[in-house]
């Protein structure tokens, strides 16, 4: 085990978690702040719907105290909570429920944190185009010293090589975080695809997707959510930095696969060549919003391009966008954007791509 849990805690927690809960369901409100991490609170559901599943209707708009997370001024600090996606809850079980919202201010706007809402407008606006993302969302572990699983004390590991995708002791750790947050992602309905251990050690990667659309983001916030979740009952933290240690190790990223309907039929390079000629001619703009401290990241080494230039290539690890060699010899696919850094927001890069291909919501 990660951390410090022990067993006599979970023992004495599950005799609660079994309580009768007298016709009545907990929500759990998770939203995003203002430095990109995620928060919750607790509301009681006092009804039930007839046969047990809530719909957005039956949840009401909540709020919280925005000056405390860096959201609101102290003295109109009100942020309100508008419930837009819901998932069972691995944590609580039926009929309790988890609940993505979107962050509004009193005027009635838009938090402006609150990039969903922009997000989910170029959604609509080109859902002609039936877009589909996936997000490989790499991450590390890390003990209450801020220190990797399982790194020396005063020093380094051995060099990459034997950690990626590893298994055995010394080559990988904090699987029983990774499988926990597996399961709690299918349990939840998280469009989870797949897990494995990354080059660094205690560095890791879950893939989420193909979602349509603005689905993408909320399930990847989610899955975030249940990651640090779990890693609390453990007693480890988790940490989406591009660059949490020192060292010449690679950096974690956020890659985003994308393909549109025109993309995935026969013909559709032409569609991909075209998308990734408009990327090229707003990489600053995308860089912008790719996530905090991405050069440390994108160096132009470890199977990165070069922050300051835009490269493509097929089954190119080390260029701006890859297109994956299956989809060059078939004529049609998906390519994939390897820029974005592990801390980046799932809206904003989803967001952007349908911008840059099809158009700002002005141009419709």
Known sequence: MAGSTTVSYTQNLMKYMSLDQKGSAMAEYIWIDSTGGTRSKSKTLTK???????????????????????????????????????????????????????????DGTPNKFNYRHECAKLMEAHKVHEPWFGLEQEYTLLDMSDRPYGWPTNGF?????????????GKVFCRDIVEA????????????????????????????????????????????????????????????????IPGDWNGAGLHS????????CEGGMKFIEAAIKKLEGRHKEHIAVYGEDNTLRLTGRHETGSIDSFSYGVANRGASIRIPRECAHKGFGYFEDRRPAS??????????????????LDEK
């Open 48 to 106: 039930i719907p007839k046969g047990g599943e809530f719909s957005l209707e039956d949840l009401p708009e909540w709020n919280f105290d925005g000056s405390s997370t860096g959201q609101a001024p102290g003295d109109n600090s009100d942020v309100y909570l508008r419930p837009v996606a819901i998932f069972p809850d691995p944590f609580r079980g039926a009929p309790n429920i988890l609940v993505i919202t979107e962050c509004w201010d009193p």
């Open 157 to 169: 590991p051995g060099p990459q090589g034997p950690y990626y995708c590893g298994v055995g002791t």
């Open 181 to 244: 947050h597996f399961k709690a992602c299918l349990f939840a309905g998280v469009k989870i695809s797949g897990t494995n251990a990354e080059v660094m050690p205690a560095q890791w990667e879950f893939q989420v997707g193909p979602c349509a659309g603005i689905e993408l983001g909320d399930h990847l916030w989610l899955a975030r959510f249940l990651l640090h979740r779990i890693a609390e009952e453990f007693g480890a933290k988790i940490s989406f930095h591009p660059k949490p």
């Open 343 to 360: 801390n980046a927001d799932p809206y904003q890069i989803t967001g952007i791509m349908m911008e840059t291909i099809y158009g700002g």
């Open 257 to 264: 696969n994308y393909s549109s309907k025109e993309m995935r």
